[in-house]
């Protein structure tokens, strides 16, 4: 075994499988960029006050689980745990929220949580995400949401449902919270719920246990609560989202892990997954730009599970992605050969084919196992006898079979088969 391993609940991704790794990923992302989002590349470590400060003090993810150190100079940074307090941190100090709105940007990346590691949920998670800032417009939510929901059919999946709800505005949200306070306070619960039923008591509506969630069945619901105008906001995203086509289930018990969302809030869940279903979510964040020192503009984002959306591919018996490394192998036989195979290579490399080559002077045979186990369908095989001949052997490796082509029309021959 080797002397070092990776740190617990940190994958790594190798071939053949970080093939679908990228794939998801880049699938994901694909859609996002096809609505004129930009991409944007952030700090993997902030000042932890913008987490502190933008993801909520009540939540699990401030209080338990992020990686906080102080650097060299004592300053206290923490690993990002999340995407959207970053962006927002990104947006207002350079001026993008100055510009044209909605500001649209894209990013992934890792994502760094203290939690127990389980299928894949990880400490370092890795996450697609968008944000749509600047703008508050339900025609911007539902395309928010549908992009996240063509990302994942673009991998194929199909086995996932869109649960949606609204946390309510400013304007109903304090009745509201007074009213669960309310009804919470008369409950039989532990010291720690009941400190968070003061701090943020929506967040005892998502404790998982058994008898909590038995205890606040009746509790009063945000949906049965909105101000006209959150409740307006809502219907007509659940509009666009129908003219969309984009299938929804209300979910009015809905809770976030982070304190900023408000009214429209969904998630993306796959029942393949067990417990942790969750593959996505996101939600609007009124008041996050204003609560980060910048003006008081709305936003909308999500964060999609890359290992969460490769979970739920394989619960469905999909893959994504392909798994092998190059499309064309060469196998020279002498120096001359592996001079000209390498040249051969460039040249077809420059014209966006994958091509490798048997490095190390090892004969016919291990090198054309070689060539099987890189999944190339081609093999160009050249010796001394070629060389004279001004020739090279173009092996079909699915039907074995194998042609001498002159040097100078092996390009042409390799592209035109692979087309």
């Known amino acids: 075994m080797s002397e070092f391993q990776a740190p617990k609940g940190v994958p790594d991704y190798l071939p053949p499988d970080s093939a679908e790794f990228v794939a998801v990923r880049d699938g994901l992302l694909r859609t996002a960029r096809l609505a ?8 993997i470590f902030e000042d932890t006050g913008l987490f502190a400060r933008g993801v909520g003090e009540s939540t699990d993810v401030v209080s338990k689980e992020m990686y906080t150190f102080a650097d060299r100079g004592e300053r206290s940074v923490t690993l990002r745990p999340e995407g959207t307090a970053g962006v927002m941190r990104a947006v207002i100090e350079h001026g993008l929220d100055r510009g044209a709105l909605p500001v649209k940007l894209c990013y992934a990346g890792p994502f760094f949580r203290y939690e127990r590691p389980q299928a894949g949920r990880y400490r370092q998670l890795q996450q697609v995400g968008v944000e749509a800032i600047g703008v508050d417009d339900p025609a911007l939510d539902a395309e928010v949401i549908a992009i ?6 673009s991998l194929g999946l199909d086995g996932f449902r869109l649960e949606i709800t609204s946390l309510g505005d400013d304007t109903c949200r304090p009745q509201y919270r007074e009213l669960l306070q309310s009804f919470l306070s008369r409950l039989d619960l532990d010291a720690e719920t009941q400190t968070r039923v003061q701090l943020n008591p929506l967040r005892v509506l998502d404790d998982k246990r058994p008898h909590v969630r038995e205890l606040t069945a009746d509790a009063p619901v945000m949906l049965d609560h909105l101000s006209d105008v959150a409740k307006q906001h ?4 659940l509009a666009h989202l129908d003219a969309l086509r984009v299938p929804y ?17 969904f998630e993306f869940v796959h029942d393949g997954l067990g417990a942790q279903s969750g593959i996505g979510g996101g939600g609007r964040y009124d008041g996050l730009m204003r609560q980060l020192g910048g003006q008081d503009l709305s936003g909308i984002g999500f964060g999609l599970g890359v290992d969460r959306t490769m979970l739920a591919l394989r619960a469905e018996g999909k893959t994504a992605g392909d798994p092998t490394r190059c499309d064309v192998f060469g196998v020279p036989l002498g120096e001359q050969a592996k ?3 390498a040249t051969l290579a460039a040249g077809l490399r420059a014209a966006g084919v994958r091509v490798d ?6 004969g016919m045979k291990g090198a054309m196992k070689a060539a099987d186990r890189s999944g190339a369908r081609i093999a160009l095989v050249a010796g001394d006898r070629d060389i004279d001949a001004g020739t090279v052997g173009v092996k079909d490796l699915t039907t074995g079979t194998q042609v001498d082509v002159p040097v100078d029309a092996v390009i042409t021959e390799v592209i035109t088969r692979l087309a």
Request: net charge negative; charged share 25%; aromatic share 14%.
């Open 234 to 237: 809502f219907e007509t995203v």
């Open 249 to 265: 289930v209300i979910n009015p018990r809905m809770v976030r892990g982070l304190d900023y969302y408000t009214k429209t809030t």
């Open 148 to 153: 996240a929901d063509a990302g994942f059919r």
């Open 339 to 341: 001079m000209l195979l």
């Open 36 to 43: 004129g989002y930009g991409d944007v590349e952030l700090p």
């Open 357 to 362: 080559l048997a490095y190390g002077d090892r």
